[in-house]
């Protein structure tokens, strides 16, 4: 009896692992040509140092939009205005904008947020998060976010790539819940922007939830702009931390008005 049971644990085992090693490869590179992801692009120097143990997905979606309508959505996220992934999940029930926030500035870089701080901005083309390191299950990670819109009149193109690395005894593990769990987030996030730069352009404002004024009202989570201003309920995410990790790596100084920030690395 015991044989049995031992042996349909392990064939479970082994069906659930091949299940998600194909979700996990199917989510690498969902939409994306083998083109898209073997190039190099912006920020995938930043884990050069870092331990062998890593994980790289790059996503990409058509958009029936020109890209600088896309863009704005790109520059507003996370910064304010949510997520367009799953609400409930990552922006604590909050409705994500379905309208360019008019509070929410130009990104500039060492704005934190959940996911880090914008360590690289080409305004209208493309941005990347730099995740210096943190706690993620039972290991040391760091991460980078890039996404990039080009295209015409017409069309876009919208991609992302998402990298981590980690190090200590439950490495692989981490990097492996991250795959799953950001396959299917940013699958959604991305079909978010495409669905807003396609049925709503550029509008200024949404007549079923107008503006109240109130700076969680798009976003949960607590994000700080390089200027200091902060956004989101300030007990809610690492947004501090990642500030702080801005500053001390000279991308913002705090002593200096928005002005007179740096605004490149």
């Known amino acids: 009896m015991w044989i049995s049971i031992v042996i349909i644990a392990a064939v479970a085992i082994l069906i659930g692992y091949l299940l998600l090693s194909g979700f996990g490869r199917w989510g690498e590179r969902w939409g994306a040509t083998p083109e898209e ?32 309508h896309v863009w704005p959505w790109l520059a507003q996220m996370g910064r304010g205005a949510g997520w367009y992934s799953y609400d409930r999940l990552d922006n604590g029930g909050r409705l994500s904008a379905r309208h360019l926030v008019s509070w929410v500035p130009a990104p500039q870089l060492g704005d ?23 706690r993620f299950f039972g290991a040391y990670l ?47 996030q991305l079909l978010g922007i495409k669905e807003r730069a396609e049925r709503f352009g550029t509008r200024g404002e949404d007549p079923q939830h107008p503006e109240t004024g109130a700076r969680d009202q798009f976003q949960l989570y607590h ?35 928005k002005s007179d920030e740096q605004t490149a690395i």
């Open 142 to 188: 760091r991460g980078v976010m890039f996404y990039r819109v080009t295209g015409d009149r017409e069309r876009s193109r919208l991609l992302c790539r998402m990298q981590a690395d980690a190090r200590g005894l439950f490495a692989r593990w981490a990097c492996c819940q991250y795959r799953i769990i950001d396959s299917i987030m940013v699958r959604r």
């Open 223 to 257: 994000a700080i702009y390089a200027s200091g201003e902060e956004v989101g309920l300030a007990d809610r995410s690492d947004a501090l931390i990642w500030r702080q990790a801005a500053i001390g790596d000279g991308v913002i100084n705090p002593s200096l008005d």
């Open 112 to 134: 934190a947020a959940p996911i880090g701080y914008l360590r690289h901005i080409a305004s209208g083309r493309n941005l990347a998060w730099w995740l210096k390191g943190g």
């Open 37 to 68: 992801s073997n190039m190099p692009l912006p920020g995938d120097e930043w884990l050069e140092d870092g331990p062998s143990v890593r994980v790289r997905m790059t996503r990409a979606v058509w958009v029936e939009a020109p890209a600088e």
